[in-house]
Structures are given as C-alpha cells and as structure tokens.
C-alpha cells in the first residue's frame, strides 16, 4: 500500500509561552519536528512527507530541517491553516494519490520504530486506528469547573495520541463532509472519523513516552526521552 505522512508543524505554542514554536524547539540538539519526520524517513512503508507548517516557517523547515537532515521523502512543505483541522484537510489536499495517510503532531517528537509498524499492520485490517494509551489517572468530569458531576470508569477511558492512521478515500470523505458542515472545534482526526467517515475506528496501544510537548514541564520530560530517540 502506497502510505504518505502528514506532519503538523503549523501550531502557534500558545501554552508554552516561548519565542521559539515548540516544534522547532532545540531538544538534544535537533529541533523537535526532526524527530518524527527522520522517523517517518525510515520507514520502508512511508512513500512521501508532506510537511505543513506556517506559512513563514516554510523556508526555515526546508533549510534548517528537511536539508540539513537529509529528509529526502518530503516532497512538499504546504501552509497551514488557522485551526488544526484546516491544516490536517490541506494536507490531505496535497497527497491525493495516496493510499494511506499517517497523521502526526510535530510537536510529538517520540514515536518508535514498532509502533509505526503496528499502525500500519492495524489500518490494513481496520481502515482507521490512532495510537493511545489507557489513562493512568481517575478522571473526573466537571460541567462548570467548580465541582465534580461524575466520575467515569477508569478501564474505559484512553488517551489518544497520533500518529492517526486512515485509509485515504475514508479521512478524505469524512473531512470534507466536515467542512460543508461548517465543523469547528474538531480537535483529532479521529473524531472527524467517527462522526462523518461512519466507520469505527480502532485503539492501537501507543506509548507513554509518544508526549505532546504543550507546556515547560513538557521539555524538562522531553529532555531524557531524546537521547533514546536521537
């Protein structure tokens, strides 16, 4: 199966107040976004990269990271949009004779070698998985932010992470279906999945070094997590 990546590198760091985006942060002495995209590099079953980033960060990814690393299967580095979701729908945009699309956080620098593989043996079965992992905390649900209104079963609760894997033509139709629904606030693409693709989609057991890096606590854990992923 032909199978491209789609990188996100389009975030603006709100929450991790810093000048540098989170996903060009220096981290063991690559910047973040690196990670994931020499990850991808390897992989005999990833054909192409598309790269999305913000419009005035192109020229940096094409110098500073995809030149400078030798990452030969980024065949394209597009802009972004304004929400995540428009950034995620014009990367599908680019890669339309695909058969298989990898969807993956550049701020999600810690993804290995056996996960990706077993994305992939999973969306041949299935058509549609996520990485995630079950939750280690008991979760508690609070309709105002000032008191508890219920407490979910733990054993029922994971925490998704991406990469997230689709067959092409189901991720395509589900999100263009969203956006002439006038969708807003989707926040993985999973979700766009569920609720437009009408196909289930299954929990592939993820990684609880496979962080997000969103806050400055992020980059303390981030720290000791790079030398293995170097």
């Known amino acids: 199966m032909d ?3 789609i990188v996100l590198a389009a975030g603006n760091s709100r929450r991790l107040d810093a ?3 989170k996903q060009y942060l220096d981290i063991g002495g690559m910047p973040v976004a690196a990670y994931s995209l020499r990850r991808f590099q390897r992989q005999e079953f990833i054909s192409r990269i598309v790269l999305v980033a913000g419009p005035e960060d192109i020229e940096y990814c094409q110098k500073q990271i ?3 690393y030798g990452l030969t299967k980024v065949e394209q580095i597009i802009p ?3 929400e995540r979701f428009d950034s995620v729908y014009a990367g599908l945009r680019a890669c339309a004779s695909t058969d298989v699309v990898f969807i993956h956080d550049g701020a999600r620098p810690f993804i290995s070698d056996e996960l990706l593989a077993a994305l992939y043996a999973d969306v041949v079965q299935y058509r549609a998985c996520i990485a995630a992992v079950p939750v280690k905390d008991t979760i508690k649900i609070s309709l105002d932010g ?3 209104d219920r407490t979910p079963d733990r054993n029922s609760i994971w925490q998704a992470q991406t990469p997230q894997v689709f067959s092409y033509d189901l991720i395509r139709r589900a999100c263009r279906a969203a956006s002439q629904a006038g969708a807003y606030g ?3 693409d999973a979700s766009c999945v569920e609720r ?3 196909t289930p989609v299954h929990l592939t057991l993820g990684s609880y070094e496979n962080i997000k890096i969103t806050t400055p606590e992020d980059l303390a854990i981030a720290s000791v997590f790079a030398k293995k992923y170097i």
Do not use: P, Q
Request: aromatic residues 4%; charged residues 35%; positive net charge.
């Open 186 to 188: 989707i926040t993985d």
């Open 66 to 68: 995809v030149d400078r």
């Open 19 to 21: 000048e540098t985006k």
């Open 80 to 82: 972004g949009g304004r």
């Open 146 to 148: 000032a008191r508890i």
């Open 196 to 198: 437009y693709g009408n």
């Open 3 to 5: 199978c491209t990546a």
